[in-house]
């Protein structure tokens, strides 16, 4: 594969606080950029990371036809280079361009345009545990006009991130609300897709839910209001009476990566693991009887987040005692320890490079 790479006179490495990172606010020193046109996706370009030229008129502004992924790369304890299950988030990527009417990307395009793009900026790779780069791949139409149809051109764009833990609260219990009168998804929509629109939607919600001192936002069903569908950004899973129980994929969920790391490894440990719907009065009503022993989201940029508290028309459930559980921690330190090559890949979760 033909790659033109325009490298930077000089890094920026060196005017970074690779310890003292936030999440997502500093960008290494290249990006990936692969044009389509003419119904096909063009030769990748490396280039500086920096401003994109583009028209007011972008259709991709006015009528939001992009998609993204999130990825995350590790140094290991052999000094190489991990990617963590790049085949399953690609396979979501295109999942997602299906839904938007985005041309899907081949995965040898995919992934050697990004091994080479994470080769070349290596040294913004943390080394400390708990710290990765993070990928961020996404797809944006590029036609310019006012009106609203499927765009002819495309950039796939591909910027690379160090960062530390997602929430502030690292490995310690956050604080849930449950999404009351608002609206994330209905079946039909675009739930399961990785899209802006999404986000969009949760973004009102979840600053009033800060605004109470919470850290996200619990969403329920479309209709009912009842049926527990997933968190702002991860998945939700619940210890209940020794099984481990998680709302299914029924298309206005998104289809977790780190989710299908837990299920599969609790299957594995011998743990009931139940697909199914589950009400917030299910939940209240556990937690009342003591069968409800850990609540914990999973997602790439948190990996495992337990849950201390879930409030619900002003109910307050205490969770383990406002602690990591358990179960949670075994996870966390089991899909840690894979992505850091501290316990061996008998999944074939890991690319390495």
């Known amino acids: 594969m033909n790659i033109d790479i325009n490298r930077v006179k000089q890094s920026k490495i060196n005017n970074v606080d690779m310890v003292n990172l936030n999440f997502g606010e500093v960008f290494s020193d290249h990006m990936l950029v692969i044009d389509y046109a003419d119904g096909c996706w063009q030769d990748p370009q490396i280039v500086p990371y920096g401003k994109m030229n583009i028209f007011p008129s972008m259709c991709a502004i006015h009528y939001g036809q992009v998609v993204f992924e999130g990825i995350k790369a590790f140094y290991n304890k052999h000094g190489k280079i991990n990617i963590f299950r790049p085949q399953k988030y690609h396979g979501r990527l295109n999942k997602s361009c299906r839904r938007l009417c985005i041309p899907e990307i081949n995965y040898d395009l995919f992934l050697d345009s990004m091994s080479e793009l994470i080769k070349l900026d290596k ?48 490995l310690n219990p956050v604080r849930l609300i449950t999404s009351g009168e608002y609206v994330r998804a209905c079946k039909g929509g675009l739930g399961a897709a990785k899209t802006p629109a999404n986000y969009a939607a949760s973004l009102l919600p979840a600053h009033e839910a800060k605004e109470k001192g919470f850290t996200q936002v619990l969403w329920l069903d479309a209709f009912e209001h009842k049926y527990i569908e997933e968190v702002g950004t991860m998945n939700i899973c619940f210890v209940i009476n020794n099984e481990l129980v998680t709302p299914p994929l029924d298309g206005t969920i998104l289809e977790g990566t780190t989710r299908d790391c837990v299920l599969h490894l609790a299957k594995e440990w011998g743990i009931i693991v139940m697909e199914r719907k589950i009400t917030i009065d299910e939940v209240i009503t556990a937690s009342r009887s003591g069968k409800l022993t850990e609540v914990f989201g999973t997602g790439t940029a948190a990996v495992i987040s337990p849950v201390g508290e879930i409030q619900h028309q002003g109910k307050l459930l205490k969770i383990n005692g406002d602690k990591i559980g358990p179960l949670s921690q075994k996870f966390y330190d089991e899909v840690t320890a894979i992505q850091y090559g501290e316990k061996p890949d008998k999944y074939d979760w890991i690319l390495t490079i």
């Open 123 to 170: 040294a913004w790779i943390p080394r400390q545990h708990g710290y990765s780069l993070y990928i961020r791949p996404f797809i944006f139409a590029t036609d310019n006009y006012i009106g609203v149809r499927v765009s002819e051109t495309y950039r796939f764009t591909i910027i690379l991130s160090p960062v530390a833990a997602y929430y502030k609260e690292g």
